[in-house]
């Protein structure tokens, strides 16, 4: 496969991503946080294999059995998440917990199609943990919008932006990573000046967003 030269903007992400996820997070310490990213891209490359064939890192094991059931459903089959389920391993881990585990999944599964598809093949994570505890954060203002979880309540911004608002460190992550991903600079811009136009854009978006089932 040949390589595609990407822009600056998205280089520094990854590497602002890269020490994102080298430290403790507000619910998991930076060893769990590195366990989930191996798991979760683990999971993302080998989401079309038979189960049989699936090897997951050793790793992974210092995370529990609804840990570890929340990272699988995210990075290999989205689109049969449900309320039910959801709930039912929030009740488990918790609200914060689950919201962070999803945050930092899509960041890994993110990661990890954006290389495959440009060919570089190796997901820059990495690969020394800071110590430190979890800050076990839980900002003002969450109220029931009826989601699956809480989120920030008012939000300035559309649903999507605020569904990891309970984890202002997760969702933080997370855009860090996909707006230069979208749409590099001028995101609240109408008309882009990038090789494909908003509409093109968002087109796509719109495809592959019904083709993971996303109920957004």
């Known amino acids: 496969m040949a390589m595609i030269s990407i822009g600056h903007e998205y280089a520094a992400a990854v590497e602002a991503t890269r020490a994102r ?13 590195r366990a989930i990213v191996a798991r979760a891209d683990a999971r993302s490359r080998q989401r079309s294999s038979a189960p049989w064939h699936h090897e997951l890192p050793d790793s992974t094991e210092i995370l529990g059995l ?78 029931d919008i009826g989601a699956h979880v809480k989120m920030l309540e008012p939000f300035p911004f559309a649903n999507v932006a ?20 979208y749409s590099a600079a001028g995101f609240d811009e109408l008309v882009w000046k990038t090789p494909l136009s908003r509409p093109q854009v968002e087109l796509v978006a719109a495809r592959v967003a019904a083709m993971n089932e996303c109920f957004y």
């Open 21 to 33: 996820l080298g430290v403790s997070g507000t619910w998991f310490d930076a060893d769990e946080v």
């Open 162 to 181: 605020r569904a990891l608002s309970q984890v202002p460190t997760a969702n933080a992550t997370f855009y860090t990573l996909v707006r230069p991903m």
């Open 66 to 143: 609804s840990a570890r059931a929340v990272i699988d459903r995210i990075a290999s089959d989205p689109g049969s998440v449900d309320a039910g389920w959801a709930a039912e391993q929030i009740g488990d881990l918790g609200e914060g917990p689950y919201v962070e585990l999803v945050g930092t999944t899509a960041v890994a599964v993110a990661l990890r199609l954006f290389a495959d598809a440009v060919g570089v093949g190796v997901v820059p994570v990495v690969t020394a943990a800071e110590p430190g505890e979890p800050s076990r954060d839980t900002p003002d203002g969450l109220g």
